[in-house]
């Protein structure tokens, strides 16, 4: 038992290197601000897509539906090195793109937020078709019948509607999204969990990454337990919704 402790609980090691794996760990939030914020708009852009209406629009709906399925499909770690192993080397791609250095950050950052946004931009989608689908038909129609177009009824009536029936799932994947920046080690990018693999390699201890893991639950702990609220509010509203139409 004294071996278990001493290769996971050695505070020597974690005070040791504390600032080098929180500074690290920095690197994991902002590579999540980033992705999160575009993932976000991006998500939202292919749900609007996926509901566009007519058959002219057909195709269009048939790519984004084709998109959202095979990006939810893929392994994220598989579209990352897909990204870094290729993007690289197209030619036909300006190398400020191929190669971004964009506001002092290495290309290792751009590639990893890039698949994460890709990625999390087609679960994000779901959850906000699931929200708009959740609206009644009515509200669109009655929007049309008041003069309003498609767009705009999308935009004024039916989108601000939905996303207040969203924000649980959408907050669990952002649990999720932060998580999987962890994944970005595999190209070198200098996050937490490489630092402390790192230090795991040098000291032959496991302390470092105990302590990233303590980095993680800071924030995922008290961000599901928020989930957990939304999600139990929104139920109460339900409930209450319900009583009110029976009486």
């Known amino acids: 038992m004294d071996v278990f402790f001493e290769q996971y609980f050695d505070f020597s090691v974690m005070g040791e290197h504390f600032g080098e794996v929180f500074e690290a760990f ?25 509901q566009l209406p007519g058959k002219g629009l057909m195709p269009i709906r048939f790519l984004t539906i084709a998109y959202i399925d ?18 690289p080397f197209l030619d036909f ?18 590639y990893g937020a890039a698949a994460l946004v890709f990625v999390y931009g087609a679960y994000m989608a779901e959850v906000y078709r699931a929200g708009i689908e959740a609206i009644p038909k009515g509200q669109m129609e009655a929007a049309r019948s008041l003069g309003m177009s498609h767009s705009q009824a999308m935009r004024h009536i039916i989108v601000p509607q939905a996303v207040t029936k969203i924000p649980a799932p959408l907050l669990n994947e952002l649990i999720s999204l932060l998580k999987d920046t962890t994944l970005v080690s595999v190209i070198a990018l200098g996050e937490s969990v490489l630092v402390s693999r790192e230090i795991l390699a040098e000291q032959l201890n496991s302390s470092a990454l105990l302590l990233t893991a303590a980095f993680f639950l800071v924030i995922t702990l008290p961000a599901a337990r928020l989930v957990d609220y939304l999600i139990k509010r929104q139920q109460g509203k339900i409930t209450r919704g319900s009583h009110i139409e029976v009486a």
Request: glycine fraction near 6%; avoid cysteine; charged fraction near 10%.
């Open 26 to 50: 920095l690197q994991n939030l902002l590579i999540f601000l980033v992705a999160a914020v575009i993932a976000l708009t991006w998500g939202l852009v292919l749900a609007l897509l996926r």
């Open 93 to 110: 791609i300006p190398q400020e793109i191929r190669i971004p250095k964009w506001f002092g950050k290495p290309d290792p950052f751009w």
């Open 70 to 87: 095979i990006l939810r499909a893929i392994p994220l770690l598989i579209i990352i090195l897909l990204i870094s192993g290729g993007v």
